[in-house]
């Protein structure tokens, strides 16, 4: 990869995680869980545009600003990067999108919200329910973004922005 095609990554990079970040003030408590559907919009968006290493690495970051602004929990990591790399490794694979959002709704629904137990129990101490007590909260917030992600996706490609970021 070329100086100015890292240089590009990296811009995008940075405007995916400031969107993520962003985007978490529009959030809804569901079962003491933030649903923040925008996150799971740009692990899709970062799955299509950049692959799965990149898509982690935004997610890492997001849900690193989104803490230390106060916006966010500690929940939001595993969710959060779990799903990104379950949909960009579908995406690199395949290359349908609606099977990376797919991928995105039960990485981050499912195997997520089972990751999001022991963060809740053990780094947070708040003792939920069960182990599948944010499998729920989620795959709503997953599949919301993940609908967002798909129309986004398919207007950009329509108007050939799309194209013009995959060429960078």
Known sequence: ???QGTTRKLALAGVLTALAAAGSLISFPVAGSQCAPVQ?????????TMGPG???????CASLLRNLLGIGSLMAFPGSMIGAFCCGLVYAKWRKLGV???AEALGTGILGGIAA???????MGAGPAGLFVYVVPFLISTTAGSILAYLLITVLEK????RQLLES
């Open 1 to 3: 990869m070329t100086q």
């Open 40 to 48: 799971h919009m740009v692990n899709i968006l970062a799955a299509v």
């Open 54 to 60: 990149w898509g982690v690495g935004i997610a890492f």
């Open 100 to 102: 990376c959002c797919l």
């Open 117 to 123: 137990y022991p963060v809740a129990e053990f780094l």
């Open 159 to 162: 108007g050939g922005v799309m």
